[in-house]
C-alpha cells in the first residue's frame, strides 16, 4: 500500500490567493482527519470524516478554511483568502474502524506570503 | 490547547543508552498512543495503552500509563541513530479525536 498521498507537498502563494491541499487516504479506511502543525500551536485537528462525512469541524479556525470528501478515496482542505498566519505544515491521517491508531501522509509545508 | 505536556522537551543522548519521554495529560482518556516524527516527515504511530493497561511492550519500546496521576512515559532501549526524531503522545477522549503533545525531541549520537 502506498499510505495516506498528499499533494502538493509544498506549496508557496500570496496573501489573498485561494489554496487547496489535497489528500489520498489508504483504501479501505474510513476515517480521514487533516491537521495543522506550527511551531507556535503544535498539532492541531481541524476536522475528521468518517465515510466521507464531516462529523467534527470544531478545529476548523475560521469561515476561510473548508474541507470537503467527495469520495472514499479523496479529499480536499481550502483556504480562501490565506493569509501569512495560515503558514504551516498541513497532515492528512486515516484510520480504519475498530482500530485506534492514525496513518499520517507526509505533509504539504504551505507558506503564505 | 494542548492536552498533553511532553518532558523533557529536548534529549541528548549517545548510542546504546536509553531514552526516557514523559507525558502528563489532563482530563481522564480512553487510550494513549505514541508517535515518532522524523524531520520534514509525517508521524508514525508507535505504540497504544489502553486506559486500563498500565504497561505495554513492542520490541525496544515500553510504555507505562498511570491514570491516577494522569501520565504515562516512553522508554526507548539501546538507543541507536535512527532513533533520532521528535516523539508525540497523544490522548484520545474518544475512538477519533486525538489531542497531540508538545513533543520530544531526541537526539542520539554515535
Known amino acids: 500500500d502506498a499510505g495516506v498521498i498528499q499533494s502538493p507537498r509544498h506549496e508557496v502563494t500570496e496573501m489573498g490567493q485561494e489554496v487547496t491541499l489535497r489528500c489520498k487516504p489508504i483504501?479501505?479506511?474510513?476515517?480521514l482527519f487533516w491537521y495543522r502543525q506550527t511551531m507556535m500551536r503544535g498539532l492541531e485537528l481541524l476536522i475528521y470524516f468518517n465515510n466521507n462525512v464531516p462529523i467534527d469541524d470544531s478545529g476548523m479556525p475560521e469561515d476561510r478554511f473548508s474541507a470537503k470528501m467527495p469520495n472514499a478515496s479523496f479529499s480536499t482542505l481550502k483556504i480562501q483568502p490565506s493569509e501569512p498566519r495560515d503558514s504551516a505544515v498541513y497532515f492528512c491521517?486515516?484510520?480504519?474502524?475498530?482500530?485506534?491508531?492514525?496513518?499520517f501522509g507526509p505533509g504539504t509545508r504551505l507558506t503564505v506570503t | 490547547s494542548q492536552q498533553g505536556e511532553e518532558d523533557p522537551q529536548a534529549l541528548s543522548i549517545q548510542e546504546g543508552e536509553n531514552a526516557t519521554m514523559n507525558c502528563s495529560y489532563k482530563?481522564?482518556?480512553?487510550?494513549l498512543q505514541w508517535y515518532r516524527q522524523n524531520s520534514g516527515r509525517g508521524l508514525v504511530h508507535l505504540i497504544l495503552?489502553?486506559?486500563?493497561?498500565r504497561e505495554k511492550h513492542s520490541g525496544r519500546l515500553r510504555v507505562t500509563l498511570d491514570t491516577s496521576k494522569k501520565s504515562s512515559s516512553l522508554l526507548i532501549t539501546a538507543s541507536r541513530a535512527a532513533d533520532t526524531a521528535s516523539y508525540f503522545c497523544?490522548?484520545?477522549?474518544?475512538?477519533?479525536?486525538?489531542?497531540f503533545g508538545t513533543g520530544t525531541r531526541l537526539q542520539v549520537t554515535l
Open positions: 482530563t481522564s482518556i480512553n487510550n
Open positions: 497523544a490522548t484520545a477522549l474518544t475512538a477519533s479525536k486525538l489531542t
Open positions: 491521517a486515516s484510520r480504519v474502524d475498530g482500530h485506534y491508531e492514525q496513518y
Open positions: 495503552i489502553r486506559s486500563n493497561e
Open positions: 483504501s479501505g479506511h474510513d476515517y
